[in-house]
C-alpha cells in the first residue's frame, strides 16, 4: 500500500485513535483492514493480542494514528492480565478518539466493563463489528437504541472489516475528528513496530492458531536471535525498522530463533506434537508469512521451553516485552 501525500495548502489533521473491546471482538483484524497490510495478529482464540500495535494510515492531508489494545480482562487475575489492564488504561488517558467495538446486536457484561472505562470528554465512536452476520439491517435499530441510553456516544457505525467500502466509510468518519496538527509519522509508514517483534507475533499467531484450545493462554513467545544477513554473508544484530513503507528490503537472509514459553510439562506435548509434526507446522506456516511481510528469504528456529508460573512473575513478564 502507498500513502498519499497533503496538497501543500491543505489543513494537515492527526490523531490518536484507540480500537478497544472485549477479547476476541475483532479488534486486530480491524486494524489491518484500517492500515491496509497485516501488522496484528489474528486468532479465534480470545485474547491473542498482548501488545499495544501502533498501526498509522495517511490519507490526503490526514494521519489516522490507530492503537490496538489487549482485550480487556474481566475473568483472569494474574499478573499478565493486569499488565494488560493497564495497557488498555494507559492507552485511552492519551489519545484523541476512542473506537468502542463490540459485534452487531450483543452487548453481554464483558463489554459493559469496558464500556465503563472509557474516559469522560472524548469522542467515543461506537463500532457494530461484523455486520455481514445479520441478515436484516432493521432488525439493528432496537439494538441501537438500546446502547444509546448506555453512553453518549459521538457516532453509531456498522461495519464489517471484510469489506472495504465499509472501512474507508469509518475513515471519513474517525477523519472529522481528528485535531488539527502536524503528522506523527512520515506519510509512508504503517507501523512504528520492528521486524524482531512482528516474527515473535507471527509465531505467537500460528501457535495458537494450530494448537486450538489445547493450549491453555499461558504460552508466550521469545524471540532469542534476530539476524540480518547481507547478500556477502555478513550478519548484522541490529534490529531493523520493519519494512512496511513499500520499499523493498535488502536481498539478504532474516535468521529468527526463537522460544516457545509454556508453562507446563504437559503444555510442552501439546505444542510439539507427535513426532514433532505440529512444531515444525508452526514453524513452516509462520516462515512462509514472514517472507511475504517482509519480503525476504527466513531461516527459523524453534524451541519450547516450560517457565512455571511466567504470567504472575512480574520479571518474567518484563523480560518477555511486557509493559
Known sequence: MTATTSPPDATRRCGLIAIVGRPNVGKSTLLNALVGQKISITSRKAQTTRHRITGVRTEGAAQFVFVDTPGFQTAHGTTLHRSLNRTVQAVLADV??????????????????????????????LLANKLDTVKRRADLLPWLKDMQQRHPFTEYVPISARRAADVQRLLGILERHLPEQEWLYDADMLTDRSERFLAGEIVREKLFRLTGDELPYGATVVIDKFEEEDPEGDATQTPTPAREDGRKPPPGLRRIAATIVVEREAHKGMVIGEGGERLKRIGSEARMELERLLGARVFLELWVKVRSGWADDEAHLRSYGYE
Open 96 to 125: 484523541d478518539v476512542v473506537i468502542f467495538v463490540v459485534e452487531a446486536r450483543r452487548f453481554g457484561l464483558d463489554d459493559a466493563k469496558v464500556l465503563n472505562l472509557l474516559p469522560p470528554g472524548k469522542p467515543v465512536i
